[in-house]
Structure formats: C-alpha cells, structure tokens
C-alpha cells in the first residue's frame, strides 16, 4: 500500500511538471522571447552579409516565423482532433 500511495504522489509531481512545460511550450511569452531572438540573429546575420537596410530586412524572417507558429498551433488542434476521432 505504501509503494501505491508513493507512486500516486510520483504521477503527481510529474503530471505537474509536464502541465507547466506545456503552458510554457504554448506561452506568448516563449513565442515573444523566440521572435526576438529570432530577429536579432538575423539582423547579425544580415549585416555580416551586407545586406540593405538589415533592421528592416530582418524583419520579413521574423515575421514568417511568427506566423508559422500560429498556424502550427490551429494544424496542431485539427490533426489532434482527427486522431481523437479515428482512434475511438
């Protein structure tokens, strides 16, 4: 009975380490953090190349990739709900 009681409490803390992984994975604030990071590698980038303009060039990577994962997130509901429903 005790390793049953341990084991709960060990399913415990586990689903609530995944539950916040998985509210930081699905964060605005990880998607704002990653466009930053994002639009300053290509602004370093950019301007090791010499491109024109580079603080505005970067811009157009960065943004794709924002709206990439956008569209991830509502290809990720429709494909979950699909599975969900031919795996009844």
Not at 20 to 27: F, I, L, P, Y
Not at 53 to 70: E, G, M, Q, R
């Amino acid at each position: 009975m005790e390793n049953i009681l341990k084991d709960i409490a060990e399913l415990h803390t586990r689903n609530k380490r995944v539950e916040a992984e998985k509210a930081w994975e699905t964060s605005w604030q990880r998607k704002s953090l990653i466009v930053i990071i994002t639009y300053l590698f290509m602004l370093f980038f950019m301007n090791f190349i010499w491109v024109e303009k580079p603080y505005v060039s970067a811009l157009v990577p960065t943004f794709w990739f924002f709206l990439s994962t956008l569209s991830v997130d509502f290809l990720k509901k429709q494909y979950i709900a699909k599975y969900q429903e031919s795996h009844k």
